[in-house]
């Protein structure tokens, strides 16, 4: 399966903002964004004139980076979407938030969304009971997931639960942290999803 294997810093570092990839080590003084704030490559710090199609690219890249899907993968959520109900923009993020790795992210159980997915992948993650190990699957409203017994006592997990202790959950996921399980109790708003991105420039993008 096809996959990013770069730096994910030079993601951060192209769309000139932080795109809390690498879990704390965006928060910290390390971040290579920091020193420098500037695209990656030859041309990084050369002014670029920007166009109405560059902005709209810059949004969709901003948000297929953040949740980390590939491109094929991000035009078939947009299809999807557009055949929803409601506006097309908040239908498309629903869609993304609803990962079962964004709602083990947005649960605390990792650090970031590479961590979550990892965590799938392996096997260390359950969905109504039965063992989940594709991170694109889609959690629905009731949904109960939860760490495998056997996985509970894995190092990166205790310290993504340490770090996040202080944190709150995102609303509209109810918690169980002494069972590191989690249910989707709603559709989250768009109010609630807390990511640096302009939706309706990606519609306006795939709707040319």
Known sequence: MARYTDADCKLCRREKIKLFLKGTKCEGAKCPI???PFPPGE????????TEYSIQLREKQKARRIYG?????????????????GITGENLLRLLETRLDNILFRAGFALSR?????MVRHGHVEVNH????????????GDRLRVGE?????QPLLHAIA???????????????DQL?????????????DIPVQEQLIVELYSK
């Open 34 to 36: 920091e020193k420098r």
């Open 43 to 50: 041309h990084g710090r050369g002014r670029t004139k920007e």
């Open 69 to 85: 899907v590939l491109e094929r993968q991000f035009h078939n959520y947009y299809e999807e979407a557009s055949q929803m109900k």
């Open 114 to 118: 590479d961590q979550a997915r990892q």
């Open 130 to 141: 039965r063992r989940a190990d594709i991170p694109s699957m889609q959690v629905r409203i």
């Open 150 to 154: 056997k996985s509970k006592r894995m």
């Open 163 to 177: 770090v996040n202790e202080g944190r709150s959950p995102a609303d509209w996921i109810e918690v169980e942290r």
């Open 181 to 193: 399980a989690a249910t989707v109790r709603r559709a989250p708003e768009r109010g609630e999803i």
